[in-house]
Structures are given as structure tokens and as C-alpha cells.
């Protein structure tokens, strides 16, 4: 068991690191930042708020609603499968709304550049090709299910 965990930890710390360097490089290329995190920084943008506390604020909405998803998910037997997929819409679900704050409340669009288009377009393709091929492994090295 505490070899799972050493592993589990290992991908955390390493996703964390990875996510505050892609946030960083979002922001600084003037490319559009990620689907993720546009909404966050559009409300900055419109509102001269703190981008940091921003994403805070959208990240623990994520987390809630991941929590719920997670609940229902067990509750009715609902696999894991089209990880891929379920990305991409939520993408094109967090561009339509920075889309939308950024019409109604700053008279253009904010954030969405061609690197926030190629990342909806590529993200969720590329989870579905990583989980064909390393997926099972992965959850294995993590504690996530049975050898």
C-alpha cells in the first residue's frame, strides 16, 4: 500500500509543477491562454482582479463539482471511459462562456487566441490516445485498480 501512495504523490507533485508552468507559458505567449483557465483569466482581465485568486476561486468550483460528478458516478455504476471526449466539451463549455463574459462585460472577446483553439481541438484528443495506450498501467503503478 505505501507504494501506491509513493506513486499517487509522485504524479501529484509532478502534475502540479506541470499545471504551473503551462498556466505561466499560457499567459506570457499573447497566444490565448488554456480552455481551462480562460474564464478565470477573462474575469481578471475585465474586472482588474488577481488573476491568481481567480483561478483559485474557479479551481475549487472544479473540485466541487468533480466531487459530485465522482458521487453520482459511483452511485449508478458510470464507467471511466471517453476521458477524451468529456474534455473536449468542457472546453468548448469554458471558451463559450469567457466568450460570452468577455462580449457582455468588456465589449470584446478576452483570452481566446489560436493556442486556446488548438487546445480544445488537441487536448482531449491527445487523453484518448495516452489512456489507450498507458491508461491501465498507470492506474495499476497509482493503487487505482487490480493487477
Not at 477573462?42 to 488573476?51: K, T
Not at 468550483?61 to 477524451?84: D, P, Q, W, Y
Amino acid at each position: 500500500m505505501k507504494k501506491s501512495y509513493l506513486f499517487r504523490g509522485i504524479f501529484y507533485a509532478a502534475g502540479l509543477f506541470i499545471l504551473a508552468l503551462g498556466i505561466t507559458l499560457n499567459t506570457k505567449t499573447g497566444l490565448g491562454v488554456s480552455p481551462i483557465i480562460s474564464v478565470s483569466y477573462s474575469i481578471s482581465a475585465i474586472w482588474n482582479l488577481n488573476f491568481g485568486n481567480m483561478t483559485l476561486a474557479l479551481y475549487g468550483i472544479f473540485v466541487a463539482a468533480e466531487m459530485l460528478l465522482h458521487t453520482i458516478r459511483n452511485k449508478r455504476s458510470i464507467k471511466r471511459e471517453g476521458t477524451g471526449l468529456v474534455k473536449n466539451c468542457f472546453d468548448i463549455l469554458n471558451i463559450s462562456i469567457t466568450a460570452m463574459a468577455g462580449m457582455v462585460f468588456g465589449g470584446k472577446i478576452i483570452g481566446i487566441g489560436i493556442g486556446t483553439v488548438a487546445a480544445v481541438i488537441g487536448v482531449g484528443r491527445t487523453i484518448s490516445i495516452f489512456n489507450h495506450f498507458v491508461r491501465k498501467k498507470m492506474d495499476t503503478l497509482a493503487g487505482m485498480q487490480a493487477k
